[in-house]
């Protein structure tokens, strides 16, 4: 059995105190040997550094011959300490078995950390444990929401609780930012097809102004036909872009998009028509004609009717078209669209920073110092 006790306690601020072990003999004749460390947890978990005395006394209560260590140290906040024996070829160790509370009489508080530095990958976080030692009539320790200083861009700091009032442990939450994308022009659609039935209404308008009064079956008959003349013109006359075997081509795609989902991403989606497979084409330049050079995907219909296009560039405008194939070759292009990726946002730059946190208790600052090293 160990037991710790200090003297004097409470202690004033700046003065020394003595934390004495006493190692419990059980005969009064061999008395315990070997050392004691002592320790304050919330500090480190290393032994306090200093010259502690030995000395053999004899228990009052038992007669026993008992070992006490003696180490003077100076406080500057209110804490817990505890002591352990190391053991001989008599006693047993005994591990952190003791501990006592020193007050200090003041109004200061310290702020130390437990680890000073941290290494963190961009858009992740790291922590680092501020120890807050307040002093017995210190008014509570808060952090602002200007507490931490030197960070780098894009880069946040949260420090829990706020305020303190007690000696203990305060969190630190660095939080950094990953390269992301920033939104900007959205995707488009070139709707060909509508503007073509616009520019038609002019030429039906003198095809019916024409008929005016003519109220034949066979003068509607021909008006009919006009039309669908017209817009076979219009169509391309059913033309393909290859293929054989006699069989009937699939219609181009339609209601193709283009939307910028990052700034190194694009999506497409489109209208699925009946065809067994799809053919895409991209290009930076508007009006292109699809070619092996521009193709970038070919799959199945089954797939999907959509497609997402990466590994793109920031802020570039991208066009696109899109075929349909089947056993009989491939269709029109469809409509075009096109999309401008996102800006690049490089998030929280690599480097080294040091960081500055300060707390405040009345018209008392202190401030820790921190290194942060972001990759």
């Keep these: 059995t160990v037991n710790l006790q200090s003297s004097p306690n409470p202690v004033n601020s700046g003065s020394s105190t003595s934390l ?196 034949t079956k066979h003068s509607l008959s021909r008006l009919l036909l006009t039309l669908l003349l017209l817009l076979g013109i219009a169509c391309g006359g059913g033309g393909s872009n290859g293929g054989g075997g006699g069989g009937t081509l699939p219609s181009a795609p339609t209601g193709l998009t283009a939307t910028a989902a990052s700034y190194n991403q694009i999506n497409l989606n489109w209208t699925q028509q009946a065809a067994t497979g799809f053919t895409i084409y991209r290009s930076t330049t508007s009006g292109f004609t699809p070619s092996a050079s521009s193709q970038i995907a070919s799959y199945p219909s089954g797939y999907s009717s959509s497609y997402p296009d990466s590994g793109l560039t920031p802020s570039t405008k991208y066009y696109y078209v899109v075929e349909a194939t089947n056993s009989s070759g491939s269709s029109g292009p469809s409509s075009q669209a096109s999309a401008t990726t996102q800006a690049l946002d490089p998030g929280t730059p690599a480097g080294t920073y040091n960081i500055t946190v300060t707390g405040t208790s009345g018209a008392i600052s202190h401030s820790v110092n921190l290194t942060l090293v972001v990759r």
């Excluded at 419990?24 to 005395?53: D, W």
């Design 20 to 215: 004495t072990a006493t190692v419990l003999g059980g005969s009064r004749t061999i008395a315990p040997t070997g050392t004691v460390s002592f320790f304050e947890p919330l500090i480190s978990l290393a032994p306090l550094p200093g010259t502690i005395s030995y000395t053999t006394v004899t228990d009052p209560n038992t007669g026993n011959l008992d070992l006490q260590g003696i180490l003077i140290i100076k406080p500057s906040f209110t804490a817990g300490y505890s002591a352990n024996y190391n053991g001989d070829a008599n006693y047993p160790t005994a591990s952190t078995c003791c501990a006592t509370f020193v007050t200090v009489n003041g109004n200061d508080f310290a702020l130390s950390a437990q680890q000073s530095s941290a290494t963190v990958s961009a858009g992740f976080s790291t922590f680092y444990h501020l120890i807050v030692g307040l002093q017995s009539n210190t008014s509570p320790v808060s952090f602002g929401a200007n507490a931490c200083s030197g960070l780098p861009a894009e880069t946040t700091c949260n420090i829990s609780p706020d305020p303190t009032s007690i000696t203990g442990l305060a969190n630190i939450q660095i939080s950094t930012t990953a390269p992301h994308g920033i939104p900007n022009a959205k995707g488009s659609s070139d709707r060909s097809q509508l503007f073509w039935a616009g520019s038609m209404l002019p030429f039906a308008a003198i095809l019916l102004i024409g008929y005016r009064g003519i109220g």
